[in-house]
């Protein structure tokens, strides 16, 4: 896109502000020939550099709204509601260190057997480190686990975004997908 963003700056910090500025976002994001495609690896960068300064929440609402759709949001949502129930606080199911201090410290199950070795071999790390191999192994021992287990699949499921890094080579140029070319039209309601 374009390094001098088209007209004034917009704030994005609602929904209902998005959708304002629907028309104003398509006709800045279509400016550019590679804006589309842009906005596609990564919409938030893409609204940035079009002009629209997007707070930390809607940044975040962005890109878990446009990852997951609607049933995978509110079973997401359900699954977190569930663990933190258990946990008496949120817990990032994707942070091992946060997920091993639930089920170990918190709940007090028992390091299974193969990862007891690894954790003293660890001596420095108090915790065992947390994959799909030791949930399943802790399956039947708290009623979280299979949740947490689901959580983390659905959590790493989805769409993914690129990195800045990534973002600024496409933008450059360089080619990280088989679309060249991607535009974007505001579609009339029928009655």
């Known amino acids: 896109m374009a390094a001098k963003a088209p007209g004034e700056r917009i704030a994005?910090?609602?929904?209902?502000?998005?959708?304002?500025?629907?028309?104003?976002i398509l006709r800045r994001i279509n400016e550019d020939e590679r804006g589309g495609?842009?906005?596609?690896?990564n919409p938030v960068f893409a609204?940035?550099?079009?002009g629209f300064d997007v707070s930390e929440g809607m940044r975040r609402h962005i890109l878990h709204g446009l990852?997951?759709?609607?049933?995978?949001?509110?079973?997401?949502?359900?699954?977190?509601?569930?663990?933190?129930?258990?946990?008496g606080r949120p817990i990032d199911a994707l942070s091992d260190e946060q997920v091993a201090r639930?089920?170990?410290?918190?709940?007090?199950?028992?390091?299974?057997?193969?990862t007891r070795a690894a954790a003293k071999a660890r001596a420095a790390e108090p915790l065992p480190p947390i994959d799909d191999e030791v949930l399943e192994a802790l399956?039947?021992?708290?009623?979280?686990?299979?949740?947490?287990?689901e959580l983390r699949r659905q959590l790493k499921g989805g769409w993914r975004f690129v990195d800045r890094e990534t973002y600024e080579?496409?933008?450059?140029g360089a080619s990280v997908t088989l679309l060249r070319r991607v535009r974007f039209r505001k579609q009339s309601r029928k009655s």
Do not use: M, W
């Open 102 to 114: 639930l089920l170990f410290v918190d709940l007090k199950i028992p390091v299974p057997e193969p």
């Open 67 to 87: 990852r997951y759709g609607a049933k995978a949001k509110a079973r997401i949502a359900e699954l977190n509601q569930a663990v933190a129930d258990v946990a």
């Open 139 to 149: 399956k039947g021992r708290h009623k979280v686990v299979p949740k947490l287990i």
């Open 12 to 24: 994005i910090e609602s929904e209902k502000d998005l959708k304002k500025h629907a028309v104003a």
């Open 47 to 50: 609204l940035e550099e079009a």
């Open 37 to 41: 495609l842009l906005f596609l690896i």
């Open 169 to 172: 080579k496409v933008k450059g």
